[in-house]
């Protein structure tokens, strides 16, 4: 093991312990610093090792132009970027580097992006699918309602427990980001959803359930807690079968339910409570969604907009 992979050996414990980042982001982090390294021995001449840690930002500059080559998006340029400065802040604290040139290093200004949001009419014919009454058709049945009407992200479905939902109260507890957790109202008919499921959850439970499958609210028909890319597959099928004609992803649901909140007066602090957003600027983007629908009624509508002679 060279020095490049004990010190992200080391940095990986750091973030896990010390930081108690999630698995999701110690991963994509020492991904990021996996191919920043693959890179640097790809400068070296074939058969040397790498046993050192470059102090300077040359070498990091290259790698942003090789991931620019590469027609990486800005915001996976900047992530990348992010890692490299708290790797390097770390070995600065350790006394294995004495500066960190990816302080040194701007970061590419991100697109300006509008997210794909589904119409009520689309949400609709989502609700209107005809599910089977067995328990993975009313598991499917409960995915799409909550996240429709709670707009959590699909890692937090997955996560869900079945201690997590207080149907009296109408809410559940979620586990986002950083492994925060915070309070999410939950409608009605999720809620009748969700219950319906679970009177016959325990069909997908099996003879001999292993420990997750007692506690887990959503299981595969295996009788296992379902991962992010089984819950992303119900929702394709149900997208599919409701003959909408485009793709809808889970996050897609997720900015639809924001969306849908702002058009019809809710606050933007309210949302950003609700979504889990650290800062209201994220929550922000939503507002462009309303304004661009708002000129699109108006170019149609209004005989002096512009559109019509």
């Known amino acids: ?62 790698f942003l132009a090789f991931l620019y080559q590469q027609k990486l998006k800005k915001v996976s340029i900047s992530r990348k970027v992010a890692a490299l400065r708290s ?30 949001v589904v119409s ?29 009407s709670t707009g959590i992200r699909l890692s937090e479905l997955t996560g869900l427990m079945l201690e997590d939902i207080d149907s009296a109260a109408g809410l ?42 007692l506690t887990r609210i959503f299981l595969s028909r295996r009788g296992r807690g379902m991962n992010t890319r089984g819950v992303a597959r119900v929702v394709q099928k149900v997208v599919l079968a409701s003959g909408i004609g485009r793709r809808i992803s889970p996050h897609a649901l997720r900015h639809s339910f924001a969306t849908h ?17 650290r800062s209201l600027s994220t929550t922000q983007k939503y507002t462009s969604v309303s304004v661009n629908r708002l000129m699109e009624v108006y170019d149609k509508a209004h005989p002096r907009a512009g559109g019509k002679t």
């Open 87 to 116: 790797f390097y802040r770390y070995l600065l604290r350790q006394g294995q580097v004495k500066l960190n040139p990816a302080e040194l290093i701007c970061l590419p200004r991100p697109e300006r992006y509008i997210p794909v």
């Open 172 to 213: 559940i507890k979620v586990r986002g980001k950083g492994r925060k957790e915070r309070i999410v109202p939950v409608g009605a008919p999720a809620l009748r959803a969700i219950q319906a499921y679970l009177e016959k959850r325990g069909n997908l439970m099996g003879m001999h359930p292993e420990e997750e499958a």
């Open 261 to 277: 909140l702002l058009d019809a007066g809710a606050d933007l602090r309210s949302i950003q409570e609700m979504l889990g957003h």
């Open 1 to 62: 093991m060279d020095r490049w992979e004990q010190a992200m050996a080391a940095f990986g414990q750091h973030m896990a312990i010390e930081r108690n980042l999630s698995p999701r982001t110690k991963e994509s982090y020492l991904a990021d610093l996996k191919q920043f390294r693959a890179f640097l021995l790809s400068q070296v001449p074939s058969g040397d090792g790498l046993n050192t840690i470059p102090e300077d930002p040359a070498p990091i500059r290259s």
């Open 120 to 148: 009520v009419d689309e949400i609709l014919a989502l609700m209107g699918v005809n599910f089977p009454p067995d328990a993975a058709g009313l598991r499917d049945k409960a995915i799409i309602e909550l996240f429709y």
